[in-house]
């Protein structure tokens, strides 16, 4: 009799066991448990990270491929808040010399500043008399009058501008639009190498018959 009862115990302290191990396993699966250290995903899922200079190059080429506006993303998150880079405007090295500009547009290609110009073809017409885009016609956009091609609504950033679209001002504003005129509403990211921006104008001038004659190198003018 005191063998039946002791195996009855038994028998039933380890079905109270089982249960409580399967009510377990069983909450696991309903609720997610915070288990403190534990990263929420693994460190070969994040994206690589992203040769910015060229994507600024390449726009708007460069976001055609699918995942890389998720890649920028990734990429601003994880730079903000770090100091630049010792060399840049940030500090920690020698600010570079401004570029010669009379001496780059001499150097430079118009056809290979036309073949670059395919970029602005997507919000800009370029041709005699075609209508305006996203963004002005640019037929004689060098040496024109800021702000003053015809049926063009532009920004007040952009009206509130003076003087001619110069090789000087054009040279400054393609490095980057929105820096060199916050509140436009070009959103090309730019043209950080300065030679591709002294191809694209030198082309640009071709367009029409009022462009200034190109400004001399520094070593010339200063003979």
């Known amino acids: 009799m005191g063998r039946m009862r002791g195996l009855a115990v038994g028998l039933c302290v380890a079905g109270a066991a089982a249960t409580l191990l399967g009510a377990g396993w069983f909450s696991d699966r309903l609720y997610t448990r915070e288990r403190p250290?534990?990263?929420?995903?693994?460190?070969d899922d994040m994206p690589p990270r992203v040769d910015m200079a060229a994507i600024q190059r390449d726009w708007p080429a460069s976001f055609s491929e699918p995942g890389e506006g998720s890649r920028v993303i990734a990429y601003h998150r994880d730079m903000r808040g770090k100091a630049p880079a010792p060399g840049t405007d940030g500090g920690g090295g020698a600010v570079a010399p401004p570029p010669d500009l009379g001496a780059l547009l001499a150097s430079a290609d118009?056809?290979?500043g036309k073949r670059k110009a395919q970029q602005c073809m997507s919000?800009?017409?370029?041709?005699?008399?075609g209508p305006n885009g996203i963004g002005p016609n640019l037929w004689g956009v060098v040496g024109r009058a800021m702000a003053s091609h015809a049926g063009?609504?532009?920004?007040p950033a952009m009206r509130?501008?003076?003087g001619?679209?110069?090789?000087?001002?054009?040279f400054a504003f393609l490095a980057s639009p929105?820096?060199?005129m916050p509140g436009t509403k070009m959103s090309f990211a730019g043209l950080r190498k300065p030679e591709d921006r002294a191809a694209v104008i030198k082309y640009l001038a071709t367009l029409g018959t009022g462009a200034p004659p190109l400004p001399q190198p520094k070593a010339v003018a200063s003979r």
Do not use: K, N, V
């Not at 534990?38 to 460190?43: D, G």
């Open 164 to 170: 001619d679209w110069s090789y000087e001002r054009l």
């Open 178 to 180: 929105g820096r060199d």
């Open 37 to 43: 250290g534990q990263l929420a995903y693994r460190m």
């Open 123 to 129: 919000c800009h017409d370029l041709g005699q008399g």
């Open 152 to 155: 063009f609504a532009y920004s």
């Open 110 to 112: 118009a056809g290979a």
């Open 160 to 162: 509130a501008q003076e």
